[in-house]
Each structure stands twice: as structure tokens, then as C-alpha cells.
T-cell receptor, first 114, second 115 residues
Framework: DAGVIQSPRHEVTEMGQEVTLRCKPISGHDYLFWYRQTMMRGLELLIYFNNNVPIDDSGMPEDRFSAKMPNASFSTLKIQPSEPRDSAVYFC????????????FGEGSWLTVV | AQSVTQLGSHVSVSEGALVLLRCNYSSSVPPYLFWYVQYPNQGLQLLLKYTTGATLVKGINGFEAEFKKSETSFHLTKPSAHMSDAAEYFCAVSPPYSSASKIIFGSGTRLSIRP
């Protein structure tokens, strides 16, 4: 079975540019999560969706960050404009409530803003 | 409120030695407990989890963990370390019968293996 698929795997962009990260969750999963991982702050939950509806975005750092889930098989995390402090690994993950809270992570999108 | 504490941000053991990674949690009810592993340049993957039933849980790659309610612990062990075990390990806790949105991850323990 295909796992959570993220793209791009690596992105280097200049400060001020728009960055869009994409995610395809595991088919049948009803929860989708966006996490950010940095050395300083560890793993942070940015936002999560349930049945394509954003439930909690309290972890989104600023208005520059936005996330959408137009359908059950696709989500985006957008940063506009990007700043060097946004450099991190962004993970998309999905889960199905019937699996005892197991979360399945993608390989991550490694973002560098210069 | 729940919380999880991993003791030791970095653990180094010799190949063939016992691996012990410590995790303590705080919860008002018996929680669900997880260990995830993150290999370099990869995402987190589930190593093992405890929900209910047997308190000794076996996972992939020879790892196991024991839920000890009296000690509020869920330590991860492996009898003999292998070079391929070098990775970051995360303990996590969530309320029972809730959604994965309630999972709280620890800060991680980096495991190094000496030849």
C-alpha cells in the first residue's frame, strides 16, 4: 500500500517567495496533520483536518502560513512570503480513528529559505 | 493534561549491547503509548504501541517496551544493538479512545551505536 506522499522532497527558495508543499494521505484515512520539525523546537503540530475540514490551526505560526484540503486525497501547506526562519522539515501525516491513534508520516519536505 | 518526558536527548551504546531508552508520562487515565523511530532523512514510523491488554509490547526490529502504570513509564529496550538501530526515537502519549489529534510527542532521543 502507498504511504503518505509528499512533494517536493527538497526545496530551496529565496526569502519572500511563495512556497507550496503538497500531500496525499493514505486512502481511507480521515485525519490529516501537518507537522514542522526543527532542531530548536522539535516536532510541532501546525494544523490538522478531519474529513477535509480544518479543526485546529492554533499551531500555525503566523498568517503567512495557510493550509487547505480540497478533497480527501490532497492537501497543501502554503507559506507566503517565506522567511529564513521557516527553514525546517515539514511532515504531512494521516490517521484513521479506528486504528488506535496510529499516525502515519510522509517522508517530509525539506525546506531551505535563503 | 497529558505530557511525556524522554530522559536523555542522546544515548550511545556499543554494538551488541543492551539498548534502553527511557520514557515517562503524565496522565490522569491509562493512556495509549507509542514509540516512533526516525531514520536519517526520513519520516517517523511506528515502532510499537500500547493500547490495552498485555503490558509488554513487542515491536519491529527486535524492540519491545513495557507499560508500568505504577512507575508511569514506557521504556524501550532491545537486547542487542545493531548499527542499523542508529536513529532518533520518539515516545508519544494520547488519551484512550480519542483521535490521533491528541497525540503528544516527546522531544526525542538520538541513539548512536559504537562499532
Amino acid at each position: 500500500d502507498a504511504g503518505v506522499i509528499q512533494s517536493p522532497r527538497h526545496e530551496v527558495t529565496e526569502m519572500g517567495q511563495e512556497v507550496t508543499l503538497r500531500c496525499k494521505p493514505i486512502s481511507g484515512h480521515d485525519y490529516l496533520f501537518w507537522y514542522r520539525q526543527t532542531m530548536m523546537r522539535g516536532l510541532e503540530l501546525l494544523i490538522y483536518f478531519n474529513n477535509n475540514v480544518p479543526i485546529d490551526d492554533s499551531g500555525m505560526p503566523e498568517d503567512r502560513f495557510s493550509a487547505k484540503m480540497p478533497n480527501a486525497s490532497f492537501s497543501t501547506l502554503k507559506i507566503q512570503p517565506s522567511e529564513p526562519r521557516d527553514s525546517a522539515v515539514y511532515f504531512c501525516a494521516s490517521s484513521w480513528r479506528g486504528q488506535g491513534n496510529t499516525i502515519y508520516f510522509g517522508e517530509g519536505s525539506w525546506l531551505t529559505v535563503v | 493534561a497529558q505530557s511525556v518526558t524522554q530522559l536523555g536527548s542522546h544515548v550511545s551504546v556499543s554494538e551488541g549491547a543492551l539498548v534502553l531508552l527511557r520514557c515517562n508520562y503524565s496522565s490522569s487515565v491509562p493512556p495509549y503509548l507509542f514509540w516512533y523511530v526516525q531514520y536519517p532523512n526520513q519520516g517517523l514510523q511506528l515502532l510499537l504501541k500500547y493500547t490495552t491488554g498485555a503490558t509488554l509490547v513487542k515491536g519491529i526490529n527486535g524492540f519491545e517496551a513495557e507499560f508500568k502504570k505504577s512507575e508511569t513509564s514506557f521504556h524501550l529496550t532491545k537486547p542487542s544493538a545493531h548499527m542499523s538501530d542508529a536513529a532518533e526515537y520518539f515516545c508519544a502519549v494520547s488519551p484512550p479512545y480519542s483521535s490521533a489529534s491528541k497525540i503528544i510527542f516527546g522531544s526525542g532521543t538520538r541513539l548512536s551505536i559504537r562499532p
